[in-house]
């Protein structure tokens, strides 16, 4: 059906170029055939797709990172040398490689870890400690830092060290240790296996005790390459899942004081922290080809991502303040 209007309404403009108002119609129903159309289509493309196209975009490696950045996190990368716990401390023993998995810090396999190992035959895994403290304990421990581990052990030890003359004229000196948990005495393989650390660690430990007493632990290999290092191809592997994130998910900062904060600051959700996002982490590399070289602690995620990131943070209740409120 035409649409058109009186002859008296028209103007005199209208009258003089007919051509201009067929077109003008033209226009008018391609505008609402396209719109419609176009309505109807976004309202019924399912949620799902969405995320698919999203998750599609973030197959190239890397998508977020420039030849810029790829400098100056390389930079930093040969300043600072991560070495990975999970690497480096291995147990001796054969029934405890699968300690290896604690290190996800996930409470159920935890537990069910310690029904099924035999540390000795008191079953000092089993009948003397509480499997949630001990979970607990061992989330905290592999959380520090490596040197910040090597101080709590230095100080456990010497708390628990005996000294006992074993010859006449106090000539030999044997240490013994009492090791235990939360009051209760335990075998030193639970002990082991509560903190996810090896029989080559501790015994280093002892020896830089007796030697040089509770002076820091310096590794031999510092400043070198170690072969238990992260590779570079991991941290930027990390640095770009971490990065697609943020862009997808991240705040930029309100109110920042850029006198005061030389860096722009982007805000991951208030829901997540450093462990969740360590498992979103693990679950996308889950079907990885190189998950072998991929596959970190979490203590070495954080310092992966407080090194080479420091513009991501964690939202916080005051966040959302400017400078001059937060000061208030």
């Known amino acids: 059906?035409?649409?058109?209007?009186?002859?008296?309404?028209?103007?005199?403009?209208?009258?003089?170029?007919?051509?201009?108002q067929t077109l003008q119609n033209d226009f008018l129903n391609l505008q609402i055939h396209f719109v419609n159309t176009n309505y109807e289509n976004s309202q019924s493309k399912d949620y799902n797709e969405i995320l698919e196209e999203d998750?599609?975009?973030e197959s190239n490696e890397l998508l977020f990172i420039s030849e810029y950045q790829l400098q100056k996190y390389h930079q930093i990368y040969n300043n600072n040398k991560i070495v990975d716990n999970l690497k480096e401390n291995n147990l001796n023993?054969?029934?405890f490689e699968k300690l290896k998995t604690t290190i996800n810090n996930n409470e159920e396999t935890f537990i069910?870890?310690?029904s099924e190992t035999n540390c000795c035959q008191n079953n000092c895994l089993k009948e003397k400690i509480n499997s949630k403290k001990a979970y607990l304990r061992n989330f905290n421990f592999q959380s520090l830092s490596k040197s910040n581990q090597d101080s709590f052990l230095m100080g456990y030890f010497i708390g628990i060290s005996n000294l006992k003359n074993t010859s006449k004229g106090n000539k030999r000196i044997r240490i013994s240790y009492n090791y235990s948990f939360d009051s209760e005495k335990i075998c030193l393989q639970a002990f082991k296996f509560i903190y996810g650390i090896g029989s080559t660690r501790i015994e280093n430990i002892k020896t830089h005790l007796f030697q040089?007493?509770?002076?820091?632990?310096?590794?031999?290999?510092?400043r070198k390459s170690s072969y238990t290092a992260i590779p570079f191809f991991t941290v930027i592997r990390i640095i770009n899942f971490i990065l697609s994130y943020a862009n997808k998910w991240g705040l930029a900062s309100p109110g920042q004081h850029f006198k005061r904060e030389?860096?722009?600051?982007?805000f991951l959700l208030a829901i997540e922290n450093y462990t969740s996002l360590y498992r979103k982490y693990l679950d996308a590399?889950?079907?990885?080809?190189?998950?072998?070289?991929?596959y970190i602690c979490l203590s070495s995620f954080?310092?992966?991502f407080k090194n080479f990131l420091p513009e991501i943070k964690f939202l916080t209740p005051r966040s959302d303040l400017c400078y001059f409120c937060k000061v208030m």
Do not use: G, V, W, Y
């Open 212 to 222: 040089e007493d509770i002076k820091a632990r310096i590794h031999k290999s510092a």
């Open 55 to 57: 998750e599609n975009d």
């Open 112 to 114: 069910k870890q310690i």
């Open 262 to 266: 030389k860096i722009e600051i982007t």
């Open 302 to 304: 954080k310092t992966i």
């Open 1 to 20: 059906m035409e649409n058109s209007t009186h002859p008296l309404l028209n103007s005199i403009f209208s009258e003089t170029h007919q051509e201009l």
């Open 93 to 95: 023993n054969n029934e």
């Open 285 to 294: 590399i889950d079907q990885d080809k190189n998950i072998d070289k991929l």
